[in-house]
């Protein structure tokens, strides 16, 4: 007998924007963990900033007055990834199934072109894609993850849905690239994944959230219209 729980996400924390170190010249290099390197040229960008400009402020102030100037913090405060167990499944054979849903942008781009085939897409090169997930704001994803009483320790493990966006990290943000694995449809996993991401950008103060998809019906039912309160859109196409 297949038993089937649904576990309740824990509170939501904050999804971290990544980057990657990945240099493409002649030869890719993947996969690759898009998380740190994105932290370590965030801080190097912001304290880069940082400095030039305080340093501009401090010189202006004190040349003309006492005043005492209090430094900003040094860093960033960081975001922590968001990662937990959205539905478990008990299967016939006694293994355990889990579909986790992760804001860390834990995203390896043969896996992404695999599941482009699965939904029809067509394939893009692999350096465009990395590209893709290395500049978003935040990235999203869905692995199932099947765990067997006889092989312990031996997870087998699959992406089945990603979304991700992009930013001005301030005011605007667009969703991009919503898909999941036609065998995991009908679940309203993709209804989650997009969900959580759009609370995860309101969370940090972005409320203009726009999307790039089809299946128009699929995304009014998750509160996206064609022209709210008459913001136009257009798209440039060449002439030639």
Excluded at 16 to 34: E, K, R, T
Excluded at 144 to 166: D, Y
Aim: aromatic share 8%.
């Amino acid at each position: 007998m297949q038993t089937q729980s649904v576990a309740a996400p824990p509170p939501l924390c904050h999804a971290l924007p990544f980057v990657s170190d990945c240099h493409i010249v002649n030869q890719l290099s993947f996969p690759f963990n898009l998380n740190e390197a994105r932290r370590a040229r965030r801080k190097l960008k912001v304290s880069q900033l940082k400095s030039s400009f305080w340093e501009s402020i401090k010189s202006g102030l004190l040349k003309n007055s006492s005043t005492q100037v209090i430094e900003p913090p040094s860093e960033e405060e960081e975001q922590l990834p968001e990662e937990f167990v959205l539905v478990e499944k008990t299967q016939p054979d006694g293994a355990i199934e889990q579909i986790i849903f992760s804001s860390g942008g834990d995203v390896n781009v043969y896996d992404l072109q695999t599941l482009c085939d699965k939904v029809g897409w067509p394939r893009r090169p692999l350096s465009k894609l990395a590209a893709a997930l290395q500049n978003s704001y935040m990235v999203a994803t869905l692995h199932c993850v099947r765990k067997s009483p006889e092989t312990e320790g031996n997870e087998q493990k699959m992406l089945i849905g990603m979304a991700r966006a992009t930013s001005d990290h301030a005011f605007n943000a667009t969703i991009w690239d919503v898909l999941v694995d036609p065998s995991y449809q009908g679940q309203g996993l993709g209804k989650a994944l997009v969900e959580k991401l759009i609370r995860s950008l309101l969370q940090r103060d972005i409320g203009n959230i726009t999307l790039f998809a089809d299946s128009q019906d699929f995304y009014r039912n998750l509160g996206f219209e064609p022209d709210p309160e008459g913001i136009k859109g257009m798209f440039w196409h060449p002439r030639y």
